[in-house]
């Protein structure tokens, strides 16, 4: 059967650069945590146990865990969303070790916010490496490096100060202390809305049915082929022409068969990714709009209302 030497042939041109273009397309889509690590076990397992840890309130063993996937994602172009998203995680988790593990005393560990400055420092160091002065950090970036030095200065005063000190009044360096005695709470929001993901896991998914489709194809053209070799003249053009197409059928059967299950299933990954981060920023930007106040603003030509909240 002409069949059977087809399957025999090995994948062609045609087939080697259908692989080649899709994967493409699927990489460049791609904002998986683990895309630029050899070890994509690994950085799977550091992400989702970081995540894990956090919402177990377990800040300090979260940005640990997200800490060590840093350092397993070299600094690079491709790589550099991806370390901003995991660096903004750190810091927010390290600052929310801070203001929720209060021993008896009411003491808060600075620890957490010195390690937080050494990996912020670090991941500078890289950034710069690579990118020289030509690239400047992100805003996010810099905006949660700024409340990390805001907290870790307070932190550091108030280190100083002997145990029966008075809290800080008015005029003096510090944050005033509340009705409580407590110091207010910082609360530092994530800005991955988990878009990328969605967006990427979408195309994805995509290009995982059109290689789905290529299977019925591609035996649609194999069919096609065996009838035009049995209808030739044994060693006529048109003979020579059906073995061509049944090689190039048996390329596209092949190139689905590979690719569907890869694409369907990191398409997949992508967007539940996605949808979770998209949940969490949901979840923070309602807790944000929670706590700001309204307020009427008169000028002398204009009118209105200001929104003004407490982080």
């Known amino acids: 059967m002409i069949r059977a030497r087809f399957v025999q042939q090995p994948l062609g041109l045609v087939f080697r650069r259908l692989c080649a273009s899709v994967l493409a397309g699927a990489l460049l889509c791609t904002a998986l945590p683990a895309h630029?690590?050899?070890?994509?076990?690994?950085?799977?397992?550091?992400?989702?146990?970081?995540?894990?840890r956090m919402d177990a309130s377990d800040y300090r063993g979260?940005?640990?865990?997200w800490t060590r996937l840093l350092a397993l994602l070299p600094e690079s172009g491709e790589n550099q969303a991806t370390r901003e998203s995991i660096i903004i995680n750190i810091l927010d988790a390290y600052l929310k070790a801070y203001n929720g593990m209060v021993d008896e005393a009411g003491n808060k560990d600075i620890a957490n916010l010195r390690a937080a400055k050494t990996?912020?420092?670090?991941?500078?160091?890289?950034?710069?490496?690579?990118?020289?002065?030509r690239v400047?950090?992100?805003d996010a970036v810099q905006e949660h490096a700024a409340v990390l030095e805001r907290s870790l200065q307070r932190a550091q005063e108030e280190e100083q100060k002997k145990p029966d000190a008075p809290p800080p009044t008015a005029g003096t360096?510090?944050?005033?202390?509340?009705?409580?005695?407590?110091?207010?709470?910082?609360?530092?929001?994530?800005?991955?809305?988990?878009?990328?993901?969605?967006?990427?896991?979408?195309?994805?998914?995509?290009?995982?049915?059109?290689?789905?489709?290529?299977?019925?194809?591609?035996?649609?053209?194999?069919?096609?082929?065996?009838?035009?070799?049995?209808?030739?003249?044994?060693?006529?053009?048109e003979q020579q022409r059906a073995l061509f197409d049944g090689k190039q059928a048996d390329d596209i059967m092949a190139a689905g068969a590979?690719?569907?299950?890869?694409?369907?299933a990191g398409g997949a990954t992508m967007l539940a990714f996605g949808i979770k981060a998209r949940k969490k920023w949901n979840a923070e930007q309602r807790t944000l709009l929670m706590g700001m106040?309204?307020?009427?603003?008169?000028?002398?030509?204009?009118?209105?209302?200001?929104l003004r909240g407490r982080f």
Do not use: C, W
Request: net charge negative; no cysteine; charged share 20%.
């Open 173 to 237: 360096n510090g944050p005033p202390a509340s009705d409580t005695g407590k110091e207010p709470k910082v609360v530092v929001l994530n800005n991955n809305n988990g878009t990328g993901l969605i967006v990427g896991g979408s195309v994805v998914i995509a290009l995982g049915l059109v290689a789905v489709a290529m299977i019925p194809l591609g035996v649609t053209r194999a069919r096609q082929a065996e009838e035009d070799h049995d209808n030739a003249i044994r060693g006529s053009v």
């Open 136 to 138: 400047a950090v992100s």
């Open 119 to 133: 990996t912020l420092d670090r991941y500078y160091s890289d950034f710069k490496a690579i990118h020289g002065d």
């Open 293 to 306: 106040q309204p307020s009427p603003v008169v000028g002398r030509d204009y009118a209105g209302f200001s």
């Open 258 to 264: 590979v690719l569907a299950p890869i694409l369907l």
């Open 62 to 65: 979260a940005a640990e865990s």
């Open 36 to 52: 630029a690590s050899p070890d994509s076990s690994e950085v799977e397992r550091l992400y989702l146990e970081g995540q894990e």
